[in-house]
């Protein structure tokens, strides 16, 4: 089992950046994929990033060149950082932790993320 708590959420003016952590704890970190994922009101949710055990990152297009995906082994977690923020970036967004292999597939909890002036 891996247990997952996401931070960092908030109220944002649009332009603004914040930065959502992901804490993991309960098994070994490095060996999972790690993702950041957003669902916003009505919509289902989707993809925003993505960091393998190995380090290779993916971004929705939508977010390229605005979001940074990273990690930190040593610590237990990942890092989304959010730059030039726009409305359409509003939603609640969830950490993820998969590990194919062993047919495993987490969730935290999530945490708001409103872009607004």
Do not use: H
């Amino acid at each position: 089992q891996v247990q997952l708590v996401e931070s960092g959420g908030g109220l944002v003016q649009p332009g603004g950046s914040l930065r959502l952590s992901c804490e993991a704890s309960g098994s070994i970190f490095r060996i999972y994929d790690m993702g950041w994922y957003r669902q916003a009101p009505g919509k289902q949710r989707e993809l925003v990033a993505s960091i393998s055990s190995s380090g290779w990152t993916n971004y929705a297009d939508s977010v390229k060149g605005r979001f940074t995906i990273s990690r930190d082994n040593a610590k237990n977690t990942v890092v989304l950082q959010m730059n030039s923020l726009n409305p359409e970036d509003t939603a609640v967004y969830y950490c993820n932790a998969r590990n194919a292999r062993r047919g495993e597939n987490f969730w935290g909890q999530g945490t708001q993320v409103i872009v607004s002036s």
